[in-house]
């Protein structure tokens, strides 16, 4: 009898812990008519424009459309970064941002926003002379990035 409650405890435990797993989900529109989305965390690409869905944190993974003019992790592109993350405290949350710090630079127009939480908050950049506020022209415009502090959201990339 004992064991049984043990056991029962333990398929409780086991259902509540999956039921409650971390994930997070990266969506792509390509509106351009021509690149491949291009998603890559760790110099590994992850997705060539289908959803990826992330089993836990998804941390420091970039997106961009994969042009002929795009480089090595999409250098010479605008770049989408990102973050997605459950938080543990305040402000240890999803953030996502559009670089065009070098070796990035303005190639087609881009956007981010959040879905499952934070439900349309986000950025975009249709020029090269977007604002600071849309995209990071130098490494001080965090008025960029956009954070969210909700569980498991996901985050939707546009292009053109």
Request: with cysteine; charged share 10%; aromatic share 10%.
């Amino acid at each position: 009898m004992f064991s049984q409650i043990i056991s029962l405890a333990a398929v409780v435990f086991v259902y509540t812990t999956l039921a409650h797993a971390e994930s997070h989900t990266v969506k792509f529109v390509n509106k351009c008519g021509y690149g491949t989305p291009t998603l890559s965390q760790n110099f590994k690409t992850l997705s060539t424009g289908g959803d990826y869905t992330a089993s836990g944190a998804f941390e420091a993974a970039i997106a961009w459309l994969n042009t002929d003019a795009c480089g090595f992790q999409g250098s010479g592109c605008t770049l989408v970064e990102l973050t997605l993350k459950n938080p543990t405290s305040a402000g240890a949350g999803s953030s996502a941002d559009i670089s065009l710090i070098s070796p990035h630079t303005f190639s087609v127009a881009a956007a981010f926003s959040y879905f499952n939480g934070c439900d349309g908050q986000g950025k975009s950049c249709s020029s090269a002379n977007c604002a600071s506020t849309s995209a990071f022209h130098v490494t001080t415009d965090y008025g960029a990035q956009v954070q969210c502090e909700a569980d498991n959201v996901g985050l939707t990339v546009t292009f053109c």
